[in-house]
């Protein structure tokens, strides 16, 4: 049992703490991309420091002669913590049945977590030592051009050259927000929504991707990319004082590729 | 296929409750096949039957195991029972009550939306892979 999160301490009622957890994860499922995209390991439990690489690394200066000194290469996990604060008088309106409380900020930071999932997964986080899938890829990036109906083409090449790197789909395409509007607001002649001809190309899902820059065409037949999640989404407790609540969401993760060329980057 | 693993309408439940409850009936049926093999086993004769029946039990106890891994991984009380009572030596039902009762004055507040310190924290969100938008 984990009990860094502290929430026994918190003047929140276990009615009002079932609305906010509710509350966020129906704000983060929305807005976790890369976890509709990746294969996901854990979790894993707070406690989790690394991931084993199965690699290792020479040491130089071993205890004494006539042995060979090696290190295990580790990737810690990295941890992301959103704060944000309630009001208590809103959290007590909870309690008497309030459907429109304001739980504002805590959707903000339900929002800006995933993002920063999303970016370090989709793009990388270099100060963590999480290389990123379009970091990684082999491929050079395709220009999406500006103009939704010239979606179809860039989609398209980038599958076809998944394809003859012998990167088998099915694939998936990632959208960046204004990419992402862009595709749903745009019909075909005969009014065939652009979304659902690209969904026919890529085989698989189209993903709103907040955080991603342009767009991304990967194969999600999965052993490709692994988010290793050591504590998964949580909502913990920090202080509080006659005013509000000031809570936040942790995750703990890394993030490794496997098969840099089983994506390609599309460029806004 | 139906859907009848599900008690609730699928459309009102979010898509880790899902995942647990497919999950949930695949263990079922793992479970099953294990008892209908014991049986087979029990009455067959043909020595090259029961050699492939063998096999085949082994790769359900595989599956078994691998369901109740998952699950075990999101359900931390659960886990925590499990602890306290698997690949143990000794009294099943006495491990059982122990396990339970350690697990007890955490899970009365475990449960998810409590706000206690037993409650694992994790809102259960785990993977998406597959999920559109």
């Known amino acids: 049992m984990s009990g860094h999160l502290l929430r026994a301490h918190a003047p929140i009622s276990d009615a009002a703490w079932a609305m906010l957890d509710s509350e966020a994860q129906e704000r983060l499922v929305a807005a976790l991309a890369a976890r509709k995209l990746v ?64 739980l504002g900020p805590l ?17 990388g986080w270099e100060a963590a030592g999480i290389t990123g899938i379009t970091e990684a890829s082999t491929h050079d990036p395709l220009p999406l051009g ?35 509007r862009r595709v749903v607001e745009t019909g075909e002649h005969g009014g065939y929504p652009l979304l659902d001809h690209l ?22 037949r999965g052993g490709d990319f692994l988010l290793d999640c050591g504590q998964d989404l ?22 490794r590729v496997a098969t840099p060329e089983a994506a390609i980057a599309l460029t806004a | 296929m139906g859907f009848d693993q599900y008690h609730e309408p699928p459309n009102e439940l979010p ?6 409850a497919r999950l949930c009936a695949s263990l079922t049926e793992e479970a099953e096949a294990i008892g209908w093999y014991e049986q087979r086993l029990a009455v067959e004769t043909d020595s090259e039957a029961t050699a492939v029946m063998r096999d085949a039990l082994g790769e359900e106890y595989k599956h ?24 143990k030596a000794g009294d099943i039902v006495e491990h059982g009550e122990e396990a339970e009762a350690e697990a007890g004055d955490e ?21 998406l892979k597959g999920a559109s938008l």
């Not at chain 1, 060979?68 to 990295?78: E, G, I, K, T």
């Not at chain 1, 941890?79 to 008497?96: K, Y």
């Not at chain 2, 195991?65 to 698997?86: C, H, K, N, Y």
């Open chain 2, 64 to 87: 078994f195991s691998m369901d109740l891994e998952f699950l075990l991984r999101r359900t931390p009380q659960w886990r925590e029972i499990a602890q306290g009572v698997l690949f």
């Open chain 2, 15 to 20: 898509a880790a409750t899902r995942t647990f």
């Open chain 1, 234 to 255: 949580s909502v913990g407790y920090e202080s509080h004082d006659g005013e509000g609540v000031r809570l936040y969401i942790e995750e703990s993760f890394s993030f």
């Open chain 1, 199 to 220: 969904k026919k190309i890529v085989e698989g899902p189209i993903v709103w991707a907040p955080g991603v820059d342009g767009a991304v065409v990967l194969s999600v």
């Open chain 1, 39 to 102: 294969d996901f390991s854990g979790p894993h439990g707070w406690e989790q420091s690394a991931t084993g690489l199965g690699r290792v690394a020479p040491i130089a200066a071993p205890p004494c002669e006539g042995v060979v000194a090696r290190q295990r290469v580790v990737l810690p996990l990295a941890e992301l913590r959103a704060g944000f604060e309630l009001s208590l008088a809103e959290l007590q309106d909870l309690d008497r049945g309030a459907v429109d409380a304001d």
């Open chain 2, 107 to 127: 899970g009365d507040r475990a449960r998810p939306g409590g706000g206690g310190d037993g409650f694992s924290g994790s809102l259960g969100i785990g993977s």
């Open chain 1, 146 to 180: 500006d103009v939704a109906e010239g979606y179809r083409r860039p989609v398209a090449t980038a599958v076809e050259r998944l394809l003859s790197s012998g990167i088998s789909g099915p694939y998936a395409l990632a959208l960046g927000r204004e990419q992402y």
């Open chain 1, 107 to 123: 959707d903000a930071a339900a929002h800006q977590i995933a993002i920063a999932e999303n970016i370090a997964v989709l793009h």
